[in-house]
């Protein structure tokens, strides 16, 4: 894995456990480009990462690319397993993408 896209997935992962362990736990959902899916974690995400643009809706534009395949360039993951972290399940809870990051990481090196 490339060093840019390990880094990036490791401060998504940090920013999401933030988010967890706030006074008043964070509801994934409660974000402006969130529709109540792990997809939400990318949304929080991309307040740390302007180069992630929102032309409209809950859809995120990255290097011409839409929806979850902005999110595998951007992190520079495979289709399946951007959907694994950041895919379209109900999931409220800022921890389960943020230990999915960290199991990912794990098993990788940055290059």
């Not at 180069?51 to 859809?59: L, R």
């Not at 993951?77 to 921890?95: N, R, V």
């Amino acid at each position: 894995m490339k060093k840019v896209h390990f880094d990036r997935l490791a401060k998504t992962a940090i920013l999401l456990y933030f988010l967890a362990e706030e006074k008043e736990p964070i509801n994934m959902a409660n974000y402006r480009q969130c529709d109540g899916t792990l997809a939400c974690a990318f949304g929080w995400a991309a307040l740390m990462f302007p180069k992630i643009k929102w032309p409209g809706g809950y859809v995120p534009l990255f290097n011409g690319q839409h929806g979850i395949m902005a999110v595998a360039e951007f992190y520079g993951l495979t289709f399946s397993k951007a959907q694994h972290i950041f895919g379209m399940s109900y999931e409220k809870d800022p921890k389960v993408p943020a230990d999915r990051i960290i199991k990912l990481l794990g098993a990788s090196s940055a290059e």
